[in-house]
């Protein structure tokens, strides 16, 4: 019975679509739209969400065109119509949009880019961190932040990771998934532009349904998410409830500094040796001062050096 239900599962139908004589016998028309999606990302009937306080649109395309009307911040829009005016010597492409059937007009691709985000959380998500302004206004408060709180713990001698840190691989191995995955998210950006800007358009959460690099971004952001999910069992495994808000809260400001860090200097070329010196250090760390080599013989409680045991006060030798 296996062995059949298992035949069964293996047999599958496979429809190859009708067979037509005109299938690619298209339109100029829609052969254009298919070449302007290729080369834009997007087409007509994509939707988008205005960011910009407001944007004109004009009730024609080209250089005589007026303002009629406004769109503003958080309304959405839809690709109505695309023209391309080779006289235009600003932008040649013009885009015309609509809110509803009363307010549409066109306006600019390039004007319209700057103000709008594709009418997707994923997409709008990367909008948000993708903003240089907003970077290196988190990069500054981070390092601020973080140095503080660092140095308020030390003094108290608190756990923290890669210094302090407790017998639990998740935390380091969080911190360097999110190193590494920003080493890759800023290598796309600088070297897979195109397809990034696709992805950026067409989002996907699943790593099979894109290209190489893509694919292993989106796997290590769903690593990211598991490995949290973990480290944050096994703090409150290891530590009592303020001890581990206290070292969940030095966490994440470590791995906000890897995230700020490594995705600036690579931008630079630099990112790349300094995640092979922070594996190299944060393994280190790990495995020299917070993994527990030894267990009390008495009351079997883990043990990082020989000595009296902290919990029963057995001495082991």
């Known amino acids: 019975m296996f062995i059949t239900l298992w035949l069964f599962l293996l047999t599958a139908c496979y429809n190859h679509g009708p067979l037509t004589s005109d299938a690619w016998d298209l339109t100029e028309k829609q052969l254009d739209s298919i070449s302007f999606f290729t080369t834009h990302h997007y ?8 960011n910009a306080n407001s944007l004109p649109l004009s009730d024609q395309p080209g250089e005589m065109a007026f303002d009629t ?10 690709v109505a119509d695309i023209q391309t005016i080779p006289t235009d010597s600003v932008d040649s492409v013009w885009v015309k949009v609509a809110r509803d059937q009363m307010t549409q007009g066109w306006i600019r691709e390039s004007e319209m880019l700057e103000g ?34 660092l140095y308020r713990l030390d003094r108290r001698n608190a756990y923290i990771v890669h210094f302090n840190d407790i017998d639990s691989f998740y935390p380091t191995l969080l911190c360097l998934m999110i190193a590494a995955s920003a080493t890759l998210y800023a290598s796309i950006q600088m070297f897979g532009a195109e397809t990034w800007r696709h992805f950026y358009y067409h989002p996907s959460l ?37 001890d581990a808000v206290l ?24 990112g790349y040796l300094l ?18 080599r030894y267990i009390c013989g008495h009351c079997g409680a883990q043990l990082r050096k020989k000595g009296t045991c902290p919990h029963c006060g057995t001495l082991n030798t």
């Open 43 to 50: 087409t007509q009937n994509y939707n988008f969400v205005v």
């Open 116 to 149: 709008v985000s594709p009418d997707d959380p994923i997409s709008q998500f990367i909008d948000f961190f993708s903003n240089t302004h907003l970077l290196i206004f988190l990069a500054f408060l981070v390092v601020v932040i973080v140095a503080y709180g």
């Open 69 to 78: 009307l406004y769109v503003v911040e958080g309304e959405r829009l839809v």
């Open 247 to 270: 070292y969940l809260g030095g966490l994440a400001g470590v791995c906000a500094v890897d995230y700020v860090l490594f995705s600036v200097s690579t931008l630079y070329y630099l």
């Open 275 to 292: 995640l092979i010196a922070y594996v190299v250090f944060a393994v280190y760390r790990y495995i020299r001062y917070a993994h527990s």
């Open 206 to 242: 699943n790593p099979f349904a894109l290209p190489l690099h893509l694919g292993l971004f989106v796997a290590s952001v769903w690593m990211i998410i598991i490995v949290a999910v973990a480290a944050l069992d096994d703090v409150f495994r290891h530590l009592s409830g303020a």
